[in-house]
């Protein structure tokens, strides 16, 4: 039984692996900004500068959460203004999403078993694999509501 769980839970561990692995593999291609890469990123940039977004501040861009902006702004300041720097973080969340989605599964139904398979069909998702790799806020909603 002990040996099950832990073989498992290695399984599991093994799918949260290849889930950072395929986020982070040349995250920086495009080495552009793409889809709606450029007002989120600009976003961040002025929360790093200003503490507050100014570029933006039109009604269409205010009912954007603040959160996801100041993530993609984490990555600017650790790794530098470059395609990098502006997914880092959010290819993080994409990989945390996989791990909570197992945990819930695993917790909801029992078995660390069912965790292992909610994390597998999570983890081959091409929509949560693509919105964790650019700098939108998507994932990090995704996250933050697991």
């Known amino acids: ?9 290695v399984a599991i561990w093994s799918v949260v692996a290849a889930a950072l692995f395929m986020r982070l593999f040349r995250l920086s291609t495009p080495n552009t900004l793409i889809f709606d890469e450029i007002y989120y990123v600009d976003g ?4 790093l500068k200003f503490g507050v977004e100014v570029s933006a501040n039109k009604p269409e861009f205010i009912v954007h959460p603040p959160v996801g902006k100041w993530m993609i702004a ?29 945990k819930i599964a695993s917790r909801l139904f029992g078995a660390l078993g069912y965790g292992l398979i909610a994390a597998l069909l999570a983890l081959f998702d091409g929509l949560n694999l693509v919105m964790s790799r650019t700098a939108l ?3 990090t909603l995704t996250t933050f509501l697991l």
Do not use: C, E, H, Y
Request: zero cysteines; aromatic letters at 8%.
């Open 74 to 102: 984490l990555g600017i300041q650790i790794f530098g203004d470059n395609p990098f720097g502006w997914r880092v973080v959010v290819a993080f969340l994409g990989t945390l999403s996989i791990l909570l989605i197992a």
């Open 44 to 47: 961040a940039k002025d929360l």
């Open 137 to 139: 806020l998507d994932i």
């Open 1 to 9: 039984m002990i040996r099950a769980l832990g073989n498992r839970t």
